[in-house]
C-alpha cells in the first residue's frame, strides 16, 4: 500500500487487509488484524453516495475469508466498480509466504478480474504446473487457459544479466527487457503495478506504452536507491 499510496496519492481509497510493521520477507515483522469487512463496505458505501466509479484493487489478503467478502462486494456494489484489479500476493523467488488456504482463495479473485499483476512465483502458483522448472512460456500459456480474458503483466522475469516484463492483453503478447541490477529490492511489483495503474488509467497510454513506462519507472526508482546507498526501495510520488 506505501507504493500506491505514494505514487497515486489521493485518486487512492485505502482498505487495509490487515497491518503489517514490515514486508512479510522482514524477519520479526507483526500482524495485526482488522476489521476489514466493515472497513470495505464503508468505503465502498462513501463511494456510491459520492456517485464514484471504481477500480477495486486486490492485493494482499490478510486471511482467506477475505476473499469471500470480495467477491460478495463485486456483486453488491457492481453499479460503481467497473474493473477489478489483482495482485495475486502470495510468494517470491520461488517460495510462499501465506498460508495454504490464502493460495487457495485467489483462483476465485482472478476469475473474476480483468487484470492481474503476477510475478514469476505466483504465476507458476496459479498456472496448475506443478513444475516450476516449465519454461515461462509454458506456464503463461497455462495461465491463460486457467483464466481466459484475464490481461496480465508477469514481472520479474531473470534471463541471465536480463530482467523481463512479459505483457499479455487482447490477444497480443510484448515484453520489456532491462539490465539486472546488483541489488534486489522488496516492493518492485507494487511500484510497477501503481505505475501502470498511472499511465494507462490515468494517463491514458495503451497497455504495451504502459507496461514499458512503468518498467522503466520501476528500474529508475531501484537505481535512485542503490545511489543513495539505501536497504529499501525510495519511492516517490
Excluded at 53 to 63: A, F, N, R
Excluded at 207 to 224: G, I, P, S, V, Y
Aim: proline letters at 5%; one cysteine or more; a negative charge.
Amino acid at each position: 500500500m506505501k507504493a500506491m499510496l505514494s505514487i497515486l496519492g489521493t485518486r487512492v481509497l485505502p482498505v487495509p487487509s490487515v497491518y503489517l510493521t514490515g514486508l512479510t520477507n522482514l524477519p520479526g515483522h507483526r500482524r495485526t488484524k482488522v476489521q476489514f469487512e466493515e472497513l470495505l463496505t464503508g468505503s465502498l458505501e462513501l463511494a456510491r453516495h459520492r456517485q464514484e466509479k471504481l477500480i477495486l484493487y486486490i492485493g494482499y489478503l490478510g486471511e482467506a475469508r477475505q476473499a469471500e467478502v470480495l467477491l460478495q462486494a463485486m456483486t453488491d456494489y457492481a453499479d460503481l466498480i467497473y474493473e477489478v484489479w489483482v495482485d495475486p500476493v502470495s510468494g517470491d523467488h520461488g517460495r510462499t509466504y501465506v498460508p495454504p488456504e490464502v493460495v487457495e482463495a485467489w483462483p476465485a479473485l482472478l476469475a473474476s478480474a480483468q487484470w492481474a499483476f503476477p510475478n514469476v512465483t505466483e504465476l507458476c502458483l496459479f498456472s496448475g504446473i506443478d513444475d516450476p522448472s516449465q519454461s515461462i512460456d509454458l506456464q503463461i500459456d497455462a495461465f491463460k487457459r486457467r483464466f481466459p480474458g484475464l490481461s496480465f503483466a508477469v514481472t520479474g522475469i531473470g534471463e541471465g544479466e536480463q530482467v523481463k516484463v512479459i505483457l499479455t492483453h487482447a490477444g497480443e503478447e510484448h515484453s520489456f527487457t532491462h539490465p539486472r541490477l546488483a541489488q534486489n529490492f522488496g516492493g518492485t511489483g507494487d511500484v510497477f503495478a501503481s505505475c501502470f495503474i498511472l499511465h494507462k488509467h490515468f494517463g491514458g497510454m495503451a497497455a504495451r506504452e504502459a507496461m514499458e513506462q512503468a518498467a522503466l519507472d520501476t528500474l529508475a526508482c531501484m537505481q535512485k536507491s542503490i545511489a543513495a546507498h539505501s536497504p529499501d526501495l525510495i519511492i516517490e510520488g
